[in-house]
């Protein structure tokens, strides 16, 4: 048999890793690639509200030789009632679900998160459950209760929810954040003479930021984009919000009205891209260091 001679090239060898320069480029056009196919339906429709009526529907481009904001000035005052009605109504609902969340959240966390108390394992587990729970298999035991209470064609469906502590999944997200800060910081404010209302609102709020600005990011969104909510508990069109506002310009029986519904849906659009781009920060801190401990 012929010797293997030392330092000869092995028969499996590893292969040779590519350019980092050339996965880099992979890696950067792929991402490229999914970012245009998932912002190219809002682009669109962004540049379709500058078309004229009668092309808005005609082309999947971007470009158009025509442009035009006539469908702005048709969008905001048609239907019933003027746009700027319809943005209001969601500004009350939205300020008031973001002030209810905050602070019936931030307080049930808290309490889950530093205080003891009887069956607290078995209360925070059932509230875990409840978050498998789908939104409809309560819709009609909650329509039922606020059909009873006379709340029907009132905000009132929409907002006291939110300042009893229904949502879990940000109750949960406090609690976690929560525990993370060092109980050392508590019993220095018991020394101090803190009872738990200003521990909690003097050590705990103003630390705990992160994952209140994540909560009310995502009550804005939700609250600002709810069609089912308001569809349900909201008939007035005086009461109708953005959402409500934006089915209107659709019509099953005729024509649809989709140059002033794009327009308004981009007008729509904006505060919730303003209101992300703002607290960006505090939303990378919140999910980032939500669960470390």
């Not at 404010?189 to 705990?204: K, M, N, V, Y």
Request: hydrophobic content about 55%; proline content about 5%; glycine content about 6%.
């Amino acid at each position: 048999m012929t010797a293997v001679t030392v330092g000869a090239r092995p028969l499996f060898g590893r292969r040779r890793s590519r350019n980092p320069l050339v996965l880099a480029l992979i890696r950067h056009a792929v991402l490229i690639a999914v970012l245009v196919l998932m912002l190219y339906p809002v682009v669109w429709m962004v540049a379709a509200s500058f078309r004229p009526s009668a092309e808005v529907m005609n082309s999947l481009g971007l470009f158009s030789k025509n442009y035009t904001l006539d469908n702005y000035q048709q969008g905001w005052s048609a239907g019933q009632l003027d746009f700027s009605r319809y943005f209001l109504n969601s500004v009350a609902i939205t300020v008031l679900s973001i002030a209810g969340n905050l602070f019936s959240c931030s307080l049930t966390a808290y309490a889950f998160a530093r205080l003891e108390f009887p069956f607290k394992r078995v209360l925070f587990g059932l509230l875990l459950a409840t978050m498998l729970l789908p939104y409809h298999v309560t819709l009609v035991p909650q329509y039922i209760l606020f059909n009873e209470l006379a709340w029907m064609n009132t905000y009132l469906p929409l907002v006291v929810p939110k300042w009893l502590g229904v949502e879990a999944f940000f109750i949960f997200l406090m609690v976690q954040f929560i525990r993370t800060l060092p109980r050392e910081l508590d019993d220095a404010a018991r020394i101090d003479g803190c009872g738990h209302w200003r521990t909690f609102s003097r050590i705990i709020l103003p630390l705990a930021l992160p994952a209140i600005g994540t909560t009310a990011l995502f009550t804005f969104i939700n609250s600002w984009n709810d069609f089912l909510g308001p569809l349900l508990y909201l008939n007035r069109p005086e009461l109708w919000t953005v959402s409500l506002g934006l089915n209107s310009f659709l019509d099953v029986t005729g024509e649809s009205a989709y140059g002033a519904l794009f327009a308004m849906s981009t007008l729509a659009l904006a505060p919730i891209v303003g209101f992300f781009l703002g607290a960006q920060k505090l939303l990378i801190e919140g999910v980032a260091t939500t669960g470390l401990k």
